[in-house]
């Protein structure tokens, strides 16, 4: 379980990064508006603004729809949840001291 999660991990470093190559093209893209008189610098702030809030909001439904995924490729593969690894260990725990309780009558 946890290489999926280092994967989960990778490939949100790489929609982090995306954004922020993002960010930059669109910032030289409206400096360069800017500069040739296309548009005022505050019609290049908002331009900026404008795109990138919606470029996160989208990524925001890339990176749940990516974990959605994740969490049905695992369940495919019969990858057991935490919570599922855990309520076993608990059983396994009380059986174990069930185990020893009953070993430590016999030697009375």
């Known amino acids: 379980m946890n290489n999926t999660e280092n994967l989960l991990k990778q490939l949100l470093m790489i929609g982090i990064g995306t954004t922020s190559l993002v960010a930059e093209k669109i910032q030289e893209v409206t400096n360069q508006w800017v500069?040739?008189?296309?548009i005022n610098s505050d019609q290049a702030?908002?331009?900026v603004d404008d795109i990138m809030q919606q470029f996160r909001s989208e990524q925001g439904n890339w990176e749940e729809?990516?974990?959605?995924?994740m969490r049905?490729?695992?369940?495919?593969?019969?990858?057991?949840r935490q919570s599922e690894v855990d309520e076993l260990l608990g059983r396994l725990d009380r059986l174990e001291r069930k185990v020893r309780d009953l070993e430590n009558r016999n030697w009375r």
Not at 35 to 38: H, L, R, W
Not at 65 to 69: S, W
Not at 72 to 80: K, L, P, S, T
């Open 65 to 69: 729809q990516m974990q959605r995924q």
């Open 35 to 38: 500069q040739d008189g296309t």
């Open 45 to 47: 702030k908002t331009f």
């Open 72 to 80: 049905n490729v695992m369940e495919d593969m019969g990858v057991a």
